[in-house]
């Protein structure tokens, strides 16, 4: 009997669907599903995950010609051994991965996603990846992200990607971080169509200690079509009189904020 089909025994016999057995392993029912009709095969720390649920060894899971599932008399010399083996493999192979998915789903997506810990290269899967409304993980996909390496409407993490991107890296339509990329991009160095920072590249404003742009900037060493030179100063009155004189369909929160980087550029 082929694995496929012991999966779909043992789940079938401890009473558990598809979608039950997936939450126990922090995988997806799709991943289940492939499992049980031959598709795929789990990855070894699910199988010890498995043999540890259904109560049978690694090897009856895996092995075609047995059968039958093992079974260990607990009078054996050698029980309390091989547990520990299996316990030790387990935490090796595991390490200090945890994974969780809410119950409550939106739209098909868990409310809350978590994938958080240490992975080894050859178990780095999808299927490691957090993702829900609320994702949290090394890698994070989500309407909210907080990872490593996140990506959602609103993203935090050391590398960014979001409608809103807040990290080390970002990229996003607004976005914050040491390197920023985006339509309003704001960081140390910043690069978009309006950025402001130690470094600003801008193709319509940039406000910087070095700002260089397409159009206009503002800064201590500037270079563009128009340009404000810090000088020995500014104001804000002074950087808003110059930014409205170039641009004055400027929307008004932009202008207030350019007009503070502009008069504390150092």
Request: aromatic share 8%; glycine share 10%.
């Amino acid at each position: 009997m082929e694995f496929s089909e012991k999966l779909m025994t043992l789940r079938k016999q401890a009473g558990l669907s598809q979608e039950q057995l997936a939450d126990q392993l922090g995988v997806t029912r799709q991943s289940v599903s492939k499992w049980e009709s031959g598709a795929a095969f789990p990855e070894l720390v699910k199988l010890i995950s498995l043999s540890e649920l259904f109560g049978v060894s690694v090897d009856y899971l895996v092995k075609d010609y047995v059968e039958e599932p093992e079974q260990q008399r607990e009078d054996s010399p050698d029980t309390a051994r091989l547990e520990q083996k299996v316990d030790d493999l387990t935490r090796y192979v595991k390490g200090s991965f945890y994974a969780y998915d809410s119950k409550t789903r939106i739209f098909g997506l868990p409310l809350v996603s978590i994938r958080v810990g240490f992975v080894r290269r050859q178990q780095m899967s999808w299927e490691n990846v957090a993702k829900g409304v609320f994702a949290i993980g090394n890698a994070a996909v989500g309407v909210v992200s907080l990872g490593l390496i996140s990506v959602g409407l609103a993203s935090f993490g050391c590398i960014a990607l979001g409608l809103l991107a807040l990290g080390v890296i970002t990229m996003g339509v607004l976005s914050l971080g040491v390197v920023a990329l985006g339509l309003l991009a704001l960081g140390v160095c910043a690069m978009g169509s309006y950025a402001g920072g130690v470094c600003a590249v801008g193709s319509k404003i940039a406000v910087g200690v070095a700002a260089a742009a397409g159009e206009t900037a503002v800064g201590y060493d500037a270079d563009a079509a128009h340009v404000l030179l810090w000088g020995d100063g500014l104001s804000r009155a002074e950087v808003a009189t110059f930014l409205q004189a170039h641009h004055p369909d400027l929307w008004k929160p932009l202008l207030r904020l350019f007009s503070v980087l502009g008069a504390h550029i150092r």
